[in-house]
């Protein structure tokens, strides 16, 4: 089952700010130099002695059946994000790297429309497919 989350990445990244930007609230976030942090499936945090070198904002996406069903969820999620491209690009501007990030087992290969390639190139969002 593929998982899919919206990441956003910058050297003195601001929560606040990308919430703002993206009307949406993290499932996890932190600051440089905040302690780095793990949530378990129990929903019990571990803290580690090591800083964030960068801050972060992720959102987390309920796990997808197919990978059909992966793209279906990219492509409504960019047509989401168009509403806010303005505020999109004041984040990157200001060096935030947005990102779709999604992990997949059990398969070979995923097809991208073309109309999800462009819809993720207007907005500047990275798509990253990692498979497991």
Known sequence: MPSLFLMVLGDDLDPDRVSK???LQPTQCWRKGEKQSFVLRNGKTLTFQSANKWGGWKLCF???RTE???IR????LATVLRKRKARL???QEIGYEISLVSLVQETSSIVIPPAVHRLLGELGIHFQIDFL
């Open 68 to 70: 059909t069903a992966l």
């Open 21 to 23: 930007a993206f009307d």
């Open 62 to 64: 309920r796990s997808l």
């Open 73 to 76: 969820k990219v492509e409504a």
């Open 89 to 91: 690009r004041g984040l």
